[in-house]
């Protein structure tokens, strides 16, 4: 029985199949799970992995999502791993079990039931939420992008509006084609931008009786007293100046204090007609990771983590990407909730995995900025490079900042599938985007 025990995989649990999760889950399967030396679980209550930061492209259906979605289940047979759907629910740390809820879908038919899962090593990945800080009207009256349904949502609700104010014969009400953006972080600045490209180009297919610069109008609205407010003052004053003269309506300094069903109020009493509201301001991880068996959260919900990315309480569980607080000593707080980050720590932690499997102590995770990149559409791109490799930072904007900007998910998508079929698949849809429609019309 020794010798069973002793022989037997480690079992290495991920919760959460994002940029993060999956990264790990693909490197630990074509290594440890390959050779048999770990049974490797990811468990996610999608089907389907969407990189995050392109749900403003399909929110604004800027971007065909057949053409980027990824088979949680295929993956898992192609890369020597399990998959499992389900949304964790609890954690028992003495058994070291992992419990998922029923799944249910959405005819509200059980597909699986409550399950455990047993695990060596866990890693939860499950990312993070929109943050509306209880403002009364956002969960009855705003979308968020949280997950690939809320972007297509979105995208339907878009395209409607625009039928039916082509289709209507009566005159358009204060609220109609108006589009508010709660937050002018980078997934807001990039869709107001995606959004006053693509509303145009679904007008040009033939609804006539819309005049885009005089019946849509974009908002995008911050609390803080300039747009990109966590980025540097010259990546906000690029952003604003390119929105500007876009005709885009910028209100800083503008707090928010209800959403309503055909407006948005200000602190101030200003009321912003709107048909359509996105809240995409502020983020905070998963409610259920406060009630996890006792492991240590901040006010936000995130695990808090050592730099081994290790939870505080417990050695077995680890925690990376936006669902931790994992320090940043080097600047006296907390790596921020970016994607370099993500890819980062799965990187980092594929190697500690196997350092614990070892013996040998682990190595604590650096956080390493490369800079802040944010996408305008097909306008322009701001950003700065090498922030915190050296001293200062350079700013670039146009054609170079759009082609690194786009190297961020080419990274993503190496760590997922490798060079071959990324070159392969990059070319693919170099020559049908020739001949499609550059808009999604469905």
């Not at 604004?60 to 898992?76: I, P, T, W």
């Not at 995008?220 to 005709?247: C, F, H, V, Y």
Request: overall charge neutral; aromatic content about 6%; some cysteine.
């Amino acid at each position: 029985m020794t010798s069973k025990a002793q022989s037997a995989p480690h079992r290495i649990v991920i919760v959460g199949g994002g940029a993060a999760g999956l990264e790990l889950a693909t490197s630990l399967g074509n290594t440890l799970g390959r050779k048999g030396q770990a049974d490797i679980t990811l468990i996610d209550k999608a089907r389907t992995h969407v990189w995050k930061p392109k749900l403003h492209e399909i929110a604004a259906g800027s971007m065909d999502v057949a053409r980027h979605e990824l088979n949680y289940l295929a993956q898992a047979h192609w890369h020597h791993f399990h998959y499992r759907l389900g949304e964790m629910n609890g954690l028992d740390r003495s058994r070291k079990l992992v419990h998922v809820a029923p799944f249910v879908d959405e005819d509200g038919v059980a597909v699986t039931s409550q399950q455990s899962f047993p695990y060596d090593t866990l890693v939860v990945a499950v990312g993070s939420r929109s943050n509306d800080f209880g403002t009364p009207g956002v969960e009855q009256h705003a979308l968020k992008l949280e997950t690939l349904a809320d972007a297509e949502r979105f995208h339907r609700r878009m395209l409607d509006a625009c039928m039916r104010a082509d289709s209507q014969t009566t005159p358009l009400q204060p609220s109609q084609l108006q589009v508010a953006v709660i937050g002018a972080g980078a997934t807001g600045v990039e869709l107001v931008a995606q959004l006053h490209r693509t509303t145009r180009e679904v007008v040009a297919y033939g609804l006539d009786r819309i005049d885009p610069e005089r019946d849509i109008k974009l908002h995008l609205i911050e609390a803080a007293d300039r747009i990109l407010p966590a980025l540097s003052p010259r990546i906000s004053k690029g952003a604003t100046d390119l929105l500007n003269g876009l005709g885009i309506a910028v209100h800083t300094s503008a707090r928010v204090s209800a959403v309503g069903g055909d407006s948005v109020q200000l602190a101030d009493g200003k009321l912003i007609p709107a048909e359509l509201v996105v809240w995409a301001a502020g983020i905070k991880a998963p409610q259920f990771l406060q009630n996890i068996d006792g492991l240590e959260t901040n006010r936000i919900n995130q695990l808090v983590v050592h730099q081994t990315l290790q939870t505080t309480l417990d050695e077995n569980i680890f925690a990376m990407g936006d669902c931790s607080a994992c320090p940043w000593p080097e600047k006296n707080g907390f790596v921020p909730p970016r994607a370099q980050a993500a890819h980062q720590q799965a990187s980092h932690l594929r190697k500690q995995i196997r350092r614990r499997l070892a013996g040998q102590p682990l190595v604590p995770y650096h956080y390493r900025d490369f800079g802040s990149l944010v996408s305008l559409g097909d306008y322009s791109a701001v950003g700065s490079l090498m922030g915190g490799l050296m001293e200062g930072s350079l700013f670039i904007d146009g054609l170079i900042a759009r082609l690194m900007y786009t190297s961020l998910y080419k990274m993503h998508e190496l760590a997922l599938h490798g060079i071959t079929k990324v070159a392969m698949e990059t070319l693919t849809r170099a020559i049908t985007r020739r001949t499609e429609a550059h808009v999604k019309l469905h």
